[in-house]
C-alpha cells in the first residue's frame, strides 16, 4: 500500500490556506505585470498622477457669445458648467475643476498637461440645434457668384408676386428668391462657424454637413439640443428581441423635447425627400439627418443608419453633451500652479505615518505576536492600493488629491477594524474552550458576516457620495470605495490564510503568552456547568477581576441559580441547565 502523499497528508485548512495565498501572490503578479506592460509600451508610471491642488495644472476661462443685447442667465451658466463637467469626465480626466466666475464666464481647470482631445471638446462652443431640412442638394466645391441678371429675375419676380407666409418651418415658403439664390450659389469652405452658431433660431441656415458632402436648406429651430436628456448607442433590436447586428443611436427627450418632437415628427412623417429629413446642427455644421420614418410621441427616437460601433458611439456623444444652452468662446488659457502643494502632501504622508505607527503600537500592545498579521496585511493592502491607483492612474486619468490622501489615512483604521473583528472572534472562541485550529475556524465564520456588513455600508456609503459629489469629495469617495473591496480582499485572501497557517505551529498552537492567543491570560475559560477555567497564577488582580465578570456574564440562568445554591451550601443539581 503506497504512503500518502505529503500534500494529502495536510489538514484542510492549511490546503486553503495555501490556495487562497496562491491567489493573492497571482493578483498581486497580475498587477505589476499591467503596470509594467503600461510603463514599456503604452505611456504609464510607476506613480500615480496627482491632482489639480498638488501638481496644478492648465486654467481655461470660457467667455459667452452674446449678440448685441443679450444676457446670460445664472441657470444657463449652471446647465453649462454640467454640460461641460459631463465632457471632460467622459474624456477620463478626473478631479477636474469647472466653476462660474461672476455673472459671465465658465473657469475650467485641468491637472497636468491637457492634451488636444480634452482641449478640443472644452473649447468647442457645441451649440445644438434641431431643424427640418427644407432644401439638400450635393455640395459645389466652387462658389456661383449670382448673376445681376438673375438678381433682376428675382427682383421683378418679388414685385411680381407677394410671397406667401410659411405655415411650419419647413414649409418651402421660407425660400424667398434670395434665399434660394444663396443656396445655390453657396460654397461649403466659406462657412464661418462663429456666425453660423450665432445665427438666429427664428430664420432658415444655409449650411453643410461635416464633411462638405451636402449642402441644406433649414428651417427654424424646433426643438433646442437642451432638450436632449441621454443618448446612447447599442444595436438594433427586432420586434421579436432578437439583435439585427446594425448600430443605432438612441436618443431620450426632456418632457418639451418630446412635445416638440411628437409634433415634428407627425408633420414630417409621409413628406417627401428631402422634407422628411430631421438635421442636427452642430456648431452651424449637419452632423447628422435622418429620415423620418414614423412617428414618435414617446420621446424616444433612434437614428439608423451605416453605423459602426465607433461612428455610433462618436455621434451618441456628440448629442449628449453638445447641448450648451449658450455659445462659449475662449477667453484665456494659462498654466496654473498647485493650489496646495508638495509641502501638503508630504504633511498628509506624515498624518498617514502616524497613524500607521499608532495602529501597529496598538496590536503590539493588544495582540502581542498576533500584531504581526495585521502589521503584515497592512503591508499587503498597501501594495495593492498603490498598484491599482497607479494603473487607474494611467488607464482610467485617475488623479490623486490631498482628499484622495485622507481616504487612504482613512482607510487604514478601517482595514484595522476588519482584523480586530477577526481575532476578537477568535478570542471568544477561545474562551469558550476550544482549541485554536477550531477556534481560527469558528471565529472566521462569526467575523466574516461582521466583516461584510461593515465593509458592505462603507461601501455603499462611498458610491452614494461618488454619485453625488462633484470635484475632490468625488476623489475621496472613489478612494474610499475602492480601499474598502481591497481590504475584503485581504481579509480573505491573506489574514484568514495567515491565521490557519499559524494556528499549526507550535508557538501560537500551545497558548505560547506572547503569542497573543493564550487562553488562561484571556480571561476565565468557560467549561460549562457553571465551571470556569481559572485565570493563570501570574496575571494581573485587574486580569482575575476582569475574568470573574467574563465569567458571570457567560453563565446561563440556570447556572446562575446553581452558583448561588452552591455559595449557601445546597447540592446543585444540574437538571434542567444547558448543554
Known sequence: MAAPSKRSSRPTSVRKAWRSLSWLGALIVALIAINTAGVLWAGGSWTPKLALDLEGGTQIILEPELAEGQTVSGEQLDQAVSILRQRVDASGVSEAEITTQGDRNIVVAIPGELDDETRQRIESSAKLELRPVILADVASTESVEPTDEADEEATDDAEATETPEPTDASDPAWVTDELQAEYDSFDCASIDEAEANR????????????????????GPVEVSGENIVDATNGMVQSSTGVSTGTWAVNLRFDEQGTEDFAEVSTRLFGLESPRNQFAFVLDGRIISAPSMNGIITDGRPQITGSFTQESSKALADQLKFGALPISFTVQSSDTISATLGSSQLQSGLIAGLIGLILVVIYTLFQYRALASVTIASLVVAGVITYLSITI???????????????????????????????????????????????AV?????????????????????????????????????????????????????????????????????????WSGLDPTALGAVYRGRAEFRKPAANVTKTKVASSTREAQRRQTIAERKAAELAAVGDTPSNEGKDS
Not at 445665427?199 to 432658415?204: R, T, V
Not at 487612504?408 to 478601517?414: K, M, P, S
Request: hydrophobic letters at 50%; charged letters at 15%; glycine letters at 8%.
Open 392 to 438: 487607474l492612474s494611467w488607464y482610467q486619468g485617475y488623479r490623486l488629491s490631498l482628499a484622495g490622501v485622507a481616504a487612504l489615512i482613512v482607510a487604514i483604521g478601517f482595514t484595522a477594524d476588519s482584523f480586530i473583528v477577526y481575532f476578537e472572534r477568535v478570542r471568544d472562541e477561545l474562551r469558550d474552550g476550544r482549541a485554536l485550529v477550531g
Open 199 to 218: 445665427h438666429p433660431a427664428d430664420e432658415p441656415l444655409v449650411t453643410c454637413d461635416t464633411t462638405n458632402t451636402f449642402k441644406y436648406l433649414l
Open 441 to 513: 475556524e469558528a471565529g472566521w465564520k462569526r467575523a466574516l458576516r461582521t466583516v461584510i456588513a461593515s465593509k458592505a455600508v462603507n461601501l455603499l456609503a462611498a458610491i452614494v457620495l461618488f454619485i453625488f459629489a462633484v470635484g475632490s469629495v468625488r476623489g475621496f469617495a472613489f478612494t474610499l470605495g475602492l480601499t474598502t473591496i481591497i481590504d475584503v480582499i485581504v481579509v480573505i485572501l491573506f489574514t484568514h490564510p495567515m491565521l490557519q497557517l499559524l494556528a499549526q505551529t507550535r508557538f501560537f498552537s500551545s497558548g505560547h503568552s
